[in-house]
């Protein structure tokens, strides 16, 4: 566009000069913004029912620039639309090619309206959008880890403090560790799509319009549960971005601890488990490797969702009510924050059921550091003795195992009972890693029948509210 063509902005009528070119490439959006053209023009159809509705404009104007609407809908699906960042943003682009197409009614769509709630509406019907297709990837995600859980409810692993071996437990129940976490950030963006589902509109520029509208219509046409009770409010509001990439920002953590596992599990030093070839990548150099990529990116990605929650929250500090140019920020982090999340649900979902576990090694791990010495104090607690004199007779005995180079388990009955004389055969019940998992058999213990039943009630949780 040249710069004499100040006319043929929507605004343009107060304008003496015409924007700077630079100016205009600052302060455009619609290369980034142009994603929510669906619902800006969902919005636009509702505005414009509504409108015919209570009678502010004609019949057959409504149903002229409802059709026109549609078209341009299908000539940016199929690519056919030219976008003009001389227009600014996606709401004049499509405005303008209304009117192109339909001449002075199309100008007649923005009446009681103005561009802070319509890019507020927007935004909304985007994310609400956004939302539902990210629940249900997570869930894909939980039902793969319920999965895992029932089939490796009873292999052994080690269980981990301070990265050092602790306790043995089952690998079912390391699974629903991780399925719990994701539970929790399912519940936190299901109830965040509440507080997204409320439609600015009708706010029009910050203070509601003069026009006798309906926005409890509106916001039926719409799908909104309803129309945001103050105008003011409604139009600058970002904190349902915010609230958004906060539950994002702690979902990736988890998924990021989940990929450092993954990544450490995957290294020749353990050995837990082999990833999925398509989910790796080969070394241009050292022919022997095998990279876990996808763990590595996600872990990666979790710095820009943390990095988009802190660039909303900056936005939005300084902000006197009501709509500020600032908040025409809000979007790349959103945008950012909601292609990263899905896309790292999505490759976690697509590779956790095709990860193959090495029992044998996990099991062989799970020997390692004396993981039992815990049950061998707690046996010594059963058989009357105080359990600060079984932590030291127990003690007494690893620092025997560590010289001799032995196990718990491995150590004959004589010798445990040089530390103790409570000590019975029945001990060694308890010294194996597999009766020590059984053990733990209460609600939330790594008992294979608990992680059985755990998981099982797991999926009746999620699927009762889905
Ligand atoms: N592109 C703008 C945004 O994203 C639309 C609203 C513009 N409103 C205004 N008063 N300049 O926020």
Known sequence: MSQDDKTSKPWGGRFTESTDRFVELFTASV????????????????????????????Q?????????????????????????????????NIEARLIELIGETGKKLHTGRSRNDQVATDMRLYLRTEIDSILVILQKLQSALLDIAERE???????????????????????????????????????????????????????GTTFPIDREYTAQLLGFASPAENSLDAVS????????????????THLSRFSEELVLW???????????????????????????DVPELVRGKTGRVTGDLISILTIMKGQPLAYNRDNQEDKEPLFDTVDTLSGSLRVFADMMPSVRIKHEQMRNAAKQGFSTATDLADYLVRKGVAFRDAHEIVGRAVRFCIEAG????????????????????????????????????????????????????????MENSA
């Not at 020749?268 to 082999?274: A, G, L, P, Q, V």
Request: charged content about 25%; aromatic content about 6%; some cysteine.
């Open 237 to 252: 509001d970002r904190d349902f971005v915010i609230e958004f990439c906060a539950c994002a920002a702690i979902t990736m």
């Open 60 to 92: 057959e104007d409504t149903e002229k620039i409802i059709a026109a609407l549609e078209q341009i809908r299908r000539e940016i699906d199929s690519g056919d639309f030219r976008w003009s960042d001389a227009l600014e943003d996606v709401h004049m």
């Open 266 to 292: 995957s290294s020749s030093r353990f050995d837990f488990i082999e990833l999925p070839d398509s989910f790796c990548t080969g070394s241009s150099i050292k022919p022997q490797k095998k990279k876990p």
């Open 406 to 461: 032995q196990d718990l388990a491995n150590v004959s009955l004589d010798k445990l009972q040089e530390f103790s004389s409570v000590i019975d055969k029945d001990v060694f019940d308890f010294l194996t890693l597999d009766g020590s998992v059984s053990a733990r058999s209460h609600t939330g213990g790594t008992a294979p029948e608990q992680v059985r039943m755990a998981a099982q009630r797991a999926r009746i949780r």
């Open 31 to 58: 290369k980034f913004d142009q994603r929510l053209y669906p619902h800006d023009i969902s919005g636009s159809i509702a505005h414009a029912r509504m409108l015919g509705r209570v009678g502010v404009l004609k």
């Open 153 to 207: 409810a009873g292999s052994v692993m080690p269980g981990f403090t301070h990265m050092q071996v602790a306790m043995p437990v089952t690998l079912g129940h390391h699974m629903l560790a991780w399925f719990e976490m994701l539970e929790r950030d399912r519940q936190r963006i299901s109830d965040c799509r509440r507080r997204v589902n409320v439609m600015p509109l009708g706010s029009a520029a910050l203070a």
